[in-house]
């Protein structure tokens, strides 16, 4: 089956503070890819990053860093130093089969001034 | 345009109404997406369409549920008999077409049957 699972529904932190967002994803397929998505509360959904099952270098933008495992098949999302801005909704997307995605359920980020 | 495009942004319907949601993808792109999202709850997958057809439509939840995408841009998700729910925000998405492209949504279509 092709799963995306993110066990954390919510998460509040502090303005400042690291937080990790975590997700990890079931397939079959040796070739996939993997995003994450931001919906704030205007509710449309903003693309962060792609990866493919091919590349497990970790990635970072920014105060935003990602870091691929295919071996735990998770791909984290770790906010450095968050900020108010950052709080929304983080979704885990994974791309198979050419082209089906499928999403997790997403972890509600509140950062509290 | 620019963006994907949904029409209507909103729509209250009666129950057992049908309802037609317009999605009109970014020019050029060849795979379009359906999804539904509830309130708390991560996109579902509805259908996918890759030019015209529809390459995997396993996540319409039943038959009441139709899209289609005649001249391979313009789609229009069709739901028969609405039922209560069905109430959700209906997303669109498109992307270039080639295997793992990044998808890029729409600001979706609030449907809510009364």
Redesign the interface.
Same mark, same amino acid.
């Given at each position: 089956a092709q799963k995306v699972t993110?066990a954390q529904t919510e998460i509040s932190v502090v303005e400042k503070e690291d937080v990790t967002l975590d997700c990890v994803y079931e397939t079959r397929d040796t070739? #996939? #890819?993997l995003?994450w #998505?931001k919906q704030p509360p205007s /509710?449309?959904?903003v %693309?962060l990053i792609?990866r493919?099952s091919f590349d497990e270098q970790n990635e970072i933008s920014g105060r935003y860093s990602w870091n691929f495992q295919k071996s735990t098949s998770s791909f984290n999302f770790t906010i450095t130093a968050s900020q108010v801005v950052d709080s929304a909704v983080y %979704?885990c997307a994974l791309?198979y !089969? !050419?082209?089906?995605?499928? %999403? /997790?359920? /997403?972890t509600r980020l509140t950062v509290k001034p | 345009g620019a963006g994907v495009s949904q029409t209507p942004s909103n729509k209250v319907t009666e129950k057992g109404k049908y309802v037609e949601l317009r999605c009109d993808p970014i020019s050029g792109h060849t795979a379009l997406y359906w999804y539904r999202q509830s309130l708390g709850q991560g996109p579902e997958f509805l259908i996918y369409f890759q030019g015209t057809g529809a390459a995997d439509d396993s996540g319409l939840p039943n038959d009441r549920f139709f899209a289609v995408r005649p001249e391979g841009s313009v789609s229009t998700l069709k739901i028969q008999r609405t039922e209560r729910g069905d109430s959700a925000v209906y997303l669109c998405a498109s992307s270039p077409g080639d295997s793992g492209n990044t998808i890029y949504f729409g600001e979706g279509s609030w449907l809510t049957v009364v």
């Open positions: 993110q070739t #996939y #890819y995003f #998505y /509710g449309e959904l %693309f792609r493919n %979704f791309s !089969n !050419n082209n089906d995605m499928r %999403f /997790g359920a /997403g | -």
